[in-house]
């Protein structure tokens, strides 16, 4: 199978070029290196270029005959959105959009869409499955659900099956130490926290010890990296096998707290970690936590480091490896 796996360069594309090439497919990845890593593209060709140029995609679906298309490559940061809605809507509707026109130009049908669980806002109840209300309370939300909107209509008109993955909390890192999250800035709170126990930051800091939870901190499902490439594997199966659009889910279906995460990276790294508490950050629901049991029945995933213990060592392995920029 030939596949496009845009934004292949950074966290999630990279670790699922890996497993692609595991599966011995052909890959190519598409990737304006804004903030992947060459070095971070094990397996395929790297084309470097941006889906703003539409030239640039003519070039690449004219030369090349992709069977599924994945599209990783977005602004994900929800607080710059609020402060700059323009570069979202531009960097993950406009783009998304010439990268979906080029795919029915060229007769490409099948894509794989990076969606979030920031598409359902404030939860109404938990833990949240594919038919919870759509209300996302920031840009970064409503782009990816504009996306997913678009998409519905592209499968009407045009036939261009798709599969949207909502991640809950992405994370850990490549098993075998060969990849990791590389964030710049980091603002994901396991990377963060093991930064502090690196001695890399002096401390964290725990935003909102108030909320309605048992301890008082949020609390959020963490999916392991490899667990969420295997939903994205699976999906292109399902694609393949039925021809369908779907829409899933991805998470543990377990909750854990800021605190208990904050245990765990203490107990795993043997390091003593300066906690602060502060405010609340604008925008985060107490709970967030996916029922995914749609994924599991329907494409048959089965997520494999389901403990916490085991995504904090695999990313404690990364942090180790000391790889920053
Ligand atoms: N947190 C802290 N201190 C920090 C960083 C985070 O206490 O320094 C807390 C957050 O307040 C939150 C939890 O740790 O309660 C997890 O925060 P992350 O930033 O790691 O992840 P989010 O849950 O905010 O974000 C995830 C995805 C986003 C997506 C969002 C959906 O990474 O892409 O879920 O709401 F938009």
């Given amino acids: 199978m030939k596949i496009l796996v845009v934004g292949g360069a950074g966290y999630i594309g990279s670790h699922m070029v890996k497993l692609l090439a595991q599966q011995g497919c052909k890959v190519t990845v598409f990737?304006?290196?804004?903030?992947?890593?060459?070095?971070?593209?094990l397996h395929g060709a790297l084309v470097v270029g941006d889906l703003a140029d539409t030239q640039a995609l003519d070039a690449l679906f004219?030369?090349?005959?992709?069977?599924v298309v994945m599209h990783f490559a977005s602004s994900i940061l929800v607080g710059e959105s609020v402060q700059n809605p323009a570069k979202y809507y531009r960097n993950n509707v406009a783009n998304t959009q010439n990268l979906l026109d080029t795919m029915v130009k060229y007769d490409v049908k099948k894509f794989i869409f990076s969606s979030t669980a920031?598409?359902?806002?404030?939860?109404?109840?938990?833990?949240?499955?594919?038919?919870?209300?759509?209300?996302?309370?920031?840009?970064?939300?409503?782009?990816?659900?504009?996306?997913?909107?678009?998409?519905?209509?592209?499968?009407?008109?045009y036939a261009l099956?798709?599969?949207?993955l909502r991640y809950f909390n992405a994370c850990g890192a490549d098993p075998d130490g060969k990849l990791g999250e590389r964030h710049d800035p980091e603002t994901h709170l396991i990377p963060l926290v093991l930064q502090a126990a690196a001695g890399k930051r002096d401390n964290i800091t725990v935003f909102g010890q108030d909320y309605g939870t048992p301890d008082g901190t949020c609390i959020r499902d963490y999916i392991h990296i490899v667990d969420l490439c295997q939903a994205h594997w699976l999906g292109i199966q399902h694609l393949s096998n039925y021809n369908q659009s779907k829409r899933y889910n991805l998470g543990n279906g377990?909750?854990?707290?800021?605190?208990?995460?904050?245990d765990v990276c203490k107990l795993v790294t043997g390091k003593d970690i300066s906690v602060l508490?502060?405010?609340?950050?604008e925008g985060?629901?107490?709970?967030?936590?996916?029922?995914?049991?749609?994924?599991?029945?329907?494409?048959?995933?089965?997520?494999?480091?389901?403990?916490?213990?085991?995504?904090?060592?695999?990313?404690?392995?990364?942090?180790?490896?000391?790889?920053?920029?």
């Fill in 31 to 41: 990737d304006n290196l804004s903030f992947g890593h060459v070095d971070a593209v």
């Fill in 62 to 67: 004219s030369t090349h005959d992709f069977d």
């Fill in 118 to 157: 920031a598409i359902f806002g404030e939860p109404q109840y938990t833990p949240i499955d594919e038919v919870h209300p759509k209300l996302p309370i920031n840009p970064y939300g409503r782009s990816k659900w504009m996306v997913e909107q678009i998409l519905e209509d592209y499968d009407r008109a």
């Fill in 161 to 164: 099956k798709s599969i949207c």
């Fill in 254 to 262: 377990d909750g854990f707290s800021v605190q208990q995460v904050i």
């Fill in 277 to 281: 508490c502060g405010e609340r950050r």
């Fill in 284 to 325: 985060d629901p107490a709970i967030l936590v996916a029922d995914a049991s749609l994924a599991v029945s329907e494409l048959a995933w089965k997520p494999r480091y389901v403990k916490l213990e085991e995504i904090v060592s695999h990313a404690w392995q990364w942090e180790l490896k000391g790889k920053d920029d």
